[in-house]
C-alpha cells in the first residue's frame, strides 16, 4: 500500500512549481506569508474529484477572508485541467504534476487498491503549510464529505 513518505506536520514544505490551468506556472513561494491549502486528487472530472473540487470553489472566498490560497493538484495534464475548470466552473487554480514529481515528494504516490486491482496512484491528501512555510496539518486519505469544512476550520485556528 501507499506509504506515509513526504514531509510530516511541523516540517518545512517543499517548495513546488507546476503549470496551472490556463497558463503560467504557480509556486508556493509566490504565497509567501499566507496560508496555502494544498490539495493532491486522483483525476478531473471523476465523481469524487468533482465533488471536492467543487466544495472548495464554493468555500474559495471563505478561505481567501481567513487569509489562505487553495491549490488543487494532480497528474493530468493542463488541458484536462482547462476542460475541467471550464465545465465545471472551478474558482480554484489547478496544477498539473504531469511528471509526478511533487506528488512523489509529498509522499500522495503509491500504490492503490479499488475492486480488487492493484494500481499506481494519487492517495487523495491535503496538506495545510502554515504562513511560515511549515506543514501545519495533514489530512491523508480524505473521505471528500465534510472535508472542506474541517480545512477551512483548520485554517481558522491558525
Do not use: N
Not at 493532491?40 to 471563505?62: H, M, N, V
Not at 504531469?98 to 479499488?114: I, L, P, S
Not at 492517495?123 to 486519505?141: M, N, Q, Y
Amino acid at each position: 500500500m501507499l506509504s506515509a513518505t513526504g514531509p510530516s506536520e511541523g516540517d518545512a514544505a517543499p517548495d513546488i512549481t507546476l503549470p496551472r490551468d490556463g497558463g503560467g506556472t504557480v509556486s508556493l513561494s509566490d504565497f509567501s506569508g499566507k496560508a496555502i491549502v494544498l490539495y493532491f486528487y486522483p483525476k478531473d472530472d471523476t465523481p469524487g474529484c468533482t465533488t471536492e473540487a467543487l466544495d472548495f470553489s464554493a468555500a474559495q472566498p471563505d478561505f481567501a477572508a481567513a487569509g489562505a490560497v487553495v491549490l488543487g493538484v494532480s497528474k493530468d495534464p493542463v488541458a484536462k485541467h482547462d476542460k475541467f475548470v471550464a465545465k465545471r466552473e472551478i474558482a480554484i487554480p489547478l496544477l498539473s504534476d504531469a511528471e509526478g514529481d511533487v506528488c512523489e515528494r509529498y509522499g500522495v504516490w503509491g500504490e492503490k487498491q479499488m475492486y480488487g486491482k492493484t494500481f499506481m496512484g494519487i492517495e487523495r491528501s491535503t496538506f495545510l503549510i502554515a504562513p511560515d512555510g511549515r506543514i501545519a496539518r495533514i489530512w491523508r486519505k480524505v473521505k471528500v464529505p465534510g472535508h472542506v469544512d474541517a480545512v477551512l476550520e483548520a485554517v481558522r485556528a491558525l
